[in-house]
């Protein structure tokens, strides 16, 4: 598993969702920094990663095992 690959199911999930994922933890910017870049309000972006946090952590099992070691670089 890939970084890339995590993107591309948080991009299934939500609008967005690689974008709001690589701002919040890479480059560290809040909701509302990160509402600013994407033109959505922060409320919509808590709900986006809200999503994206239940999404990851209903499937842990696939995401989180020794294959997938590109996930935690993401935190």
Known sequence: LTVERVYE???????????ILRLRFIESM????????????????????????????ANKKYFCNKQASAFYKLY
């Open 30 to 57: 809040n909701s509302r920094e990160i509402a600013e870049r994407i033109g959505v309000s922060h409320t919509v972006v808590n709900r986006r990663l809200t999503r994206l946090m239940a999404y990851f952590q």
């Open 9 to 19: 199911h948080a991009d299934q999930v939500v609008p967005d969702g690689a974008q």
